[in-house]
């Protein structure tokens, strides 16, 4: 996957890291890396419109600029239940007392952490991650070491990869047969394709497997086999003027819900407020997330060729491409960056913009805010209902000399208490359904009942939203695609759908065109990339 296709989504920071942060950040309210990068704040997936565009720089995991993590004074360890936050995860857990992370004069207590026991014994392991060090060096650091105390005889060296290298990286180490036990890394399909990835579901509890989200669990299922982590994620949520609206004569309390929706009301926008209602850049990318949301499949089953040629697609085309020639979206879609359409929205030129609440909230002027009476609702969703979501994620290496030591390595990173601890430090969103049962994680994030429109409440408001979303979320494609070679894949795709947009290209030639370079690509006969 290129950096491009990553940073897409960026750090799951609903605000959806390093690569992954800063990706998934922008989702749920971040900004997305040019390559994965550490994590930043909850990043939302990006519409196939101005959801899209907007959420294409801002909601990937995205890579925060986060606090540096300390460790409070050593407490004796002391045994606990086996489990960690409410569900049981068929490990043994031990407490090592409290902890803080500390970024200038402000410290943040992250509770007490509690350590998971691995089943495997003595190991000596290798673990990557993806431009991490910097802003959560000190952290990762301390939470390794307490792995380390409890688990004698387990030793873990941690090495962080630029964004721009981990692939590369990783591909040299399958090669050379020195690939790290753990890795946060990107192109799956291709090392899984040269059997360096293992499968970890014998390995992993199944009371741990069933606490990961489903959408993010069989994002990396292939013919049966689990081959990664969930580690964190992003959502987007639909940021929109009530002003807009009650000018056009809609009602503010009910925005649009669906794709059809919103184009409907845009077309009452623009005919009654002379204002656009979605603003989305177009040909650059975002159909793909609509053709997920609209239940078409994109390649067979056998993953050997394509199949998003069918009349719904074509139909779907042709509707967005009628949508833009009528004049209903921003002329300038095809050419200007996505992240142009929160500046769009700012300016008062539309209503609806897709995004993580973090990167169009946060940056905005307040004042902006309360001239467009700005208000936020769940994620626009397409025929299936469902929303999109970015991710991050861990494969464990088939050639590790301790696959039980790493999976397990891999539990306690993707585990509740660390991935509480990351949220407190960064506003990205949990890969685990029991996050949002802990006690003081609802307190602090969810249930503060939050109603008003201020900067700050728009906010609280909007990582509860983006968590919402995430109860039957799937896994933005390009998040984590099926197929190897998929980034040439999505160049195409970009290629075309840009002239159905650009120069009229016909919706069925345009698909055409696709599911031929698509098969080229898929069979081998092109080359290159």
Excluded: H
């Amino acid at each position: 996957m290129t950096q491009r296709i990553l940073t897409r989504r960026g750090l799951l920071t609903y605000g959806v890291g390093v690569v992954g942060l800063s990706l998934l950040a922008s989702c749920s309210g971040g900004s997305p890396a040019t390559a994965p990068a550490a994590p930043t704040p909850a990043a939302a997936p990006s519409p196939t419109s101005a959801a899209t565009a907007a959420a294409a720089t801002q909601s990937q995991p995205p890579s925060p600029t986060a606090p540096a993590a300390g460790q409070s004074q050593a407490t004796p360890i002391t045994t606990t239940s086996a489990t960690a936050g409410s569900k049981s995860t068929g490990y043994e857990w031990k407490s090592v007392g409290t902890r803080q992370v500390t970024s200038g004069t402000t410290t943040i207590d992250l509770g007490n952490r509690q350590i998971l026991v691995s089943k495997a014994g003595r190991a000596d392991l290798e673990f990557w991650t993806i431009n991490l060090k910097g802003p959560y060096g000190t952290w990762i650091e301390s939470f390794l070491k307490d792995y380390e105390t409890v688990n004698s005889g387990v030793n873990v060296k941690w090495v962080d990869v630029p964004g721009a290298q981990t692939a590369q990286k990783y591909l040299a180490a399958v090669g050379a047969g020195r690939a790290p036990d753990l890795a946060n890394t990107y192109e799956m399909p291709r090392f899984i394709e040269l059997g360096a990835v293992a499968d970890i579901a014998s390995y992993l509890p199944k009371e741990d497997a069933n606490d990961f989200y489903p959408g993010f669990w069989d994002a990396l299922t292939f013919d049966g086999k689990v081959y990664g982590f969930p580690w964190y994620t992003g959502t987007n949520t639909l940021v929109y003027s009530r002003k807009i609206m009650q000018d056009a004569g809609l009602t503010p309390d009910s925005p649009p819900k669906t794709w059809d929706d919103a184009i409907t009301m845009s077309k009452t926008i623009k005919d009654k407020a002379s204002k656009y209602g979605l603003l989305t850049t177009v040909g650059q990318g975002e159909l793909v997330e609509l053709l997920q949301q609209e239940g078409i499949p994109l390649v067979t089953d056998d993953r050997k060729k394509a199949a998003l040629n069918t009349p719904a697609a074509v139909a779907l085309f042709q509707g967005w491409q009628d949508f833009y020639k009528g004049g209903y979206l921003p002329p300038e879609g095809t050419t200007a960056d996505p992240r142009d359409a929160n500046q769009w929205f700012y300016a008062g030129r539309g209503a609806f913009v897709s995004g993580g609440p973090v990167v169009i909230v946060k940056r905005a002027d307040p004042a902006v805010l309360t001239q467009w009476d700005t208000d936020l609702a769940g994620s626009i969703r397409g025929k299936n209902g469902k929303s999109i979501a970015s991710l991050q994620y861990l494969i464990v290496s088939s050639k590790s000399k301790n696959l039980q030591a790493a999976v397990d390595l891999g539990a306690y990173l993707t585990g509740t208490g660390l991935q509480i601890e990351f949220i407190n430090q960064v506003p990205i969103l949990p890969t685990r359904q029991s996050v949002s049962d802990d006690p003081d994680f609802r307190k602090k994030f969810i249930d503060k009942q939050v109603s008003g429109r201020s900067q700050q409440e728009l906010l609280d408001r909007g990582f509860e939203l983006s968590l919402a979303e995430l109860k039957d979320a799937i896994v933005d494609y390009n998040a984590a695609p099926s197929v190897v070679g998929w980034a040439r894949m999505y160049d195409t795709f970009k290629q075309e759908t840009n002239k159905l947009f650009a120069v009229n290209q016909p919706a069925d030639q345009t698909l055409t065109n696709i599911e031929k370079n698509w098969n080229d690509i898929l069979s081998g006969k092109a080359t290159g990339g």
